[in-house]
């Protein structure tokens, strides 16, 4: 019984979310979820309003973005970042914080289909615009976008962590030129770091999904 | 030191001039303008500065576009680098600035970075970016200019106390197609050559451009007198992405009989400034475009350079630039 006893305690993390019929990824989505509703309860409560009152004129806190086509209302700091703002607020963490200098790309999202690093970008910036990240590009039937099921096809990741980013630059290029050469593909793909320097693995997938979709 | 959340400030998002000008006032020194932010929150993230409001004008859409004018273009201060670099006009009639802005980082930064912030940025000198109490940063010690300072990417000309470069891919270009700076204020609006728009520390070690606190970059206007003209640019760096140039150059050139009938030139990295180089301009003038008189322009260029401990490859280097200019614009 004792024994028993010890075996519950040192459950890990993982078995008892396994036991909960749950993943790491839903897991942490879920904590971030519930800080979000959180703060949002603070400020219509008026738990923060002290901090809220900023000077006349400057933006207000409470707003609503259009993220993956979905308008969510969110509180965000003036000084917030768009990175940020997805990862911890929304729970969108495909978009990854590599550097958050704008020096790796990893967090590459598409902004009115611009790709631009969300870590440089100010939450507030993007009021009114159309922000896509790596979770919006599925479709309606959950089928993966044409360049995701490329980058799979020709094995593009090696460990993934800057994907999400390779992946919106690619989306950005082929938006506004279907049928790149591989150079001006290179070129395009050049803001986005891969460590593992997978970078040929990259081209090939870009160049077989402009293939695949004219 | 904190390396992850900005600190606090109060935003603005002001949609018209004159109210970018009164928030501009009203925090002087405690104010920030941000226009695309690609220099600004490295700035903000290292708390090495913490300007109590930021303005962020990119919502004015005056300050956005190019149009064409009689005497040459205007180009909007927050006109994106990736807007110049795909720009037909540009492209056609002032090559060299599509060129240059190709160069600037990485295409997610030319897509969000302006023209104005390209030449407004700060310098990229390490010690002052780490936010150290030196000359530049209103301190009274450099700690670059030392016998153990890693000073590889600093000037050979003009150094005064400070020894940090311009950094700007476009402001070559800009000296080079001899435009202006519109630079408005509270009392007015008046213009600037592009080559008295930046100033070394022999003038103020504390700034990079004419512009004080309250003053606001409008636009650049190029006139059309090298609109066709022969053009070059090139950037030496590190890495192609993102890195900032070691040196680049830019020239234009009117060739008239293969002789060189008129030429201006600027060259990046060397110095605080976009340095002109007007002795190798007065050297080529009236010479054919050809190998003797690049070699000649080249080592006009390089004379009264001082080089650091870790910075003479610049010089070479420098030289090795002009030629080629000389020799394939």
């Known amino acids: 019984m004792n024994t028993n006893f010890s075996r519950e305690v040192v459950l890990s993390d993982d078995e008892a979310m396994g036991r909960a019929g749950m993943s790491r990824r839903d897991f942490i989505k879920g904590i971030i979820a519930t800080g979000a509703s959180i703060s949002a309860m603070g400020y219509v409560f008026g738990g923060c309003a002290g901090d809220m009152s900023s000077a006349p004129g400057a933006v207000e806190r409470l707003i609503s973005l259009n993220v993956n086509g979905r308008v969510r209302r969110v509180d965000v700091l003036p000084q917030e970042t768009l990175a940020m703002t997805l990862r911890y607020k929304l729970g969108l963490t495909g978009t990854k914080l590599g550097c958050d ?17 969300s870590c440089s970008t100010l939450t507030h910036r993007v009021r009114g615009r ?85 | ?51 109590g409001a930021v303005i962020d004008i990119n919502g004015i859409d005056d300050l956005h576009g190019i149009r064409e004018t009689a005497d040459g273009i205007e ?4 006109t994106t680098l990736t807007e110049i670099e795909t720009s037909a006009l540009i492209k056609e009639k002032y090559g060299v600035l599509a060129d240059a802005a190709r160069h600037v980082a990485s295409p997610q930064i030319r897509n969000v970075g302006t023209i104005g912030g390209n030449v407004c940025q700060d310098t990229r000198c390490w010690y002052y970016r780490y936010g150290l109490d030196c000359y530049r940063a209103g ?16 000037c050979l000309f003009g150094a005064d106390r400070c020894i940090a470069v311009s950094p700007s891919d476009t402001a070559p270009a800009l000296v080079a197609l001899d435009a202006r700076m519109v630079v408005v204020n509270g009392d007015g609006e008046k213009e600037v050559q592009a080559e008295d728009f930046f100033i070394g520390p ?14 606001l970059l409008k636009s650049i206007v190029i006139p059309n007198t090298w609109a066709g003209a022969r053009f070059y640019f090139e950037k030496v760096a590190e890495r192609n992405t993102w890195d900032f140039a070691l040196v680049n150059i830019a020239a234009a050139m009117k060739v008239d009989n293969n002789a060189i009938a008129d030429i201006r030139m600027a060259c990046g990295g060397v110095a605080c400034v976009p340095l002109r180089l007007t002795v190798v301009e007065e050297v080529v003038k009236g010479s054919p475009q050809n190998g003797a008189s690049a070699d000649l322009a ?30 394939e614009s």
């Open chain 2, 139 to 154: 301190g009274n010690t450099c700690y670059a200019d030392t016998p153990e300072g890693i000073d590889r990417e600093h």
């Open chain 1, 101 to 117: 200098r704008g020096e790796c790309g990893a967090c590459t999202v598409l902004v009115d289909d611009v790709a631009m690093y």
């Open chain 2, 298 to 327: 080249a080592s006009a260029a390089s004379r009264g350079a001082t080089p650091l401990n870790y910075n003479g490859f610049k010089i070479p280097l420098m030289e090795s630039l002009v030629k080629r200019a000389i020799r």
């Open chain 2, 75 to 78: 180009i909007g201060a927050l």
């Open chain 1, 130 to 214: 159309s922000v896509v990240t790596v979770e919006g590009l599925e479709g309606e039937d959950g089928d993966l976008h044409p360049v995701q099921r490329a980058f799979i096809e020709e094995l593009g990741p090696q460990c993934g962590f800057c994907t999400p980013g390779q992946v919106m630059s690619a989306v950005a290029l082929l938006n506004i030129n279907p049928s790149p050469t591989r150079e001006e593909a290179r070129v395009a793909m050049s803001g986005t770091l891969c460590r593992c320097g997978a970078y040929d693995n990259y081209l090939n997938s870009v160049m077989r999904a402009a293939k695949e979709a004219s």
């Open chain 2, 1 to 51: 030191m904190l390396r992850d959340m900005m600190a606090n400030f109060e935003l603005y998002q002001p949609t018209a001039i004159d109210h970018a000008l009164n928030l501009m006032n009203r925090y002087g020194d405690g104010g920030w303008v941000l226009a695309g932010g690609q220099d600004s929150f490295d700035w903000f993230k290292d708390r090495a500065k913490k300007p």
């Open chain 2, 202 to 215: 022999d003038v103020d070690i504390m700034r990079m451009t004419i512009l004080q606190p309250g003053d």
